[in-house]
T-cell receptor
Framework: AQSVSQHNHHVILSEAASLELGCNYS??????LFWYVQYPGQHLQLLLK??????LVKGIKGFEAEFIKSKFSFNLRKPSVQWSDTAEYFC???????????FGTGTRLKVLA | EAGVAQSPRYKIIEKRQSVAFWCNPI?????LYWYQQILGQGPKLLIQ????????DSQLPKDRFSAERLKGVDSTLKIQPAKLEDSAVYLC?????????????FGPGTRLLVL
């Protein structure tokens, strides 16, 4: 069965530090990849998505993610985090087989001012 | 445009009681999803509708959970009777269509606590 792994469950960073959150999936076929963010008290929002083409995807608020097919990975990055980036981040994948979203367990990011 | 609406936002019930959640998707979105998010886990799909037909309910505990989308617009998810392990956030999402590349838009969720 398809699965998504997010290895970092909790991350604490100081403002201006660089961020990289890991996401790995298990599926050998065609995938679409998503990063969603949930700010405190708010609903899940799309941060960025990859369908095809350039494997480096840029999203909102300065976030980007790189799809590395050989590593089955879609890591999220931001060069300099802000206090307002404190949130929970979810990686999700849909596959050509099922079209269903499979979510990872999420990573809670806390940015210290 | 208005987002996905859900109500109630919070619900506390005792085990063996019943509860219902309501969702109104974004206007024009044909596909509607219900997810269960248990604390510390990612959302898990319970059921997916395309208009008023069920596309996937393979992970819905059908002995106690039911859902309907009678007119292809808003939807209701019911639990009867509730168990302690049903305590979770129930998320509704919608997308324009049922397609491989569709982005899903999520509502604020209903937080359920079963005592």
């Amino acid at each position: 069965a398809q699965s998504v792994s997010q290895h970092n469950h909790h991350v604490i960073l100081s403002e201006a530090a660089s961020l990289e959150l890991g996401c790995n999936y298990s599926y050998g076929g065609t995938v679409n990849l998503f990063w969603y963010v949930q700010y405190p008290g708010q609903h899940l929002q799309l941060l960025l998505k990859y369908f095809s083409g350039d494997p480096l995807v840029k999203g909102i608020k300065g976030f980007e993610a790189e799809f590395i097919k050989s590593k089955f990975s879609f890591n999220l990055r931001k060069p300099s985090v802000q206090w307002s980036d404190t949130a929970e981040y979810f990686c999700a994948v849909t596959t050509s087989g099922t079209y269903k979203y499979i979510f990872g367990t999420g990573t809670r990011l806390k940015v210290l001012a | 445009e208005a987002g996905v609406a859900q109500s109630p936002r919070y619900k506390i019930i005792e085990k063996r009681q019943s509860v219902a959640f309501w969702c109104n998707p974004i206007s024009g979105h044909a596909t509607l999803y219900w997810y269960q998010q248990i604390l510390g886990q990612g959302p898990k799909l319970l059921i997916q509708f395309q208009n008023n037909g069920v596309v996937d309910d393979s992970q819905l505990p059908k002995d106690r959970f039911s859902a309907e989308r009678l007119k292809g617009v808003d939807s209701t998810l019911k639990i009867q009777p509730a168990k302690l392990e049903d305590s979770a956030v129930y998320l509704c999402a919608s997308s324009l269509s049922f397609a491989f590349q569709e982005t899903q838009y999520f509502g604020p969720g209903t937080r359920l606590l079963v005592l």
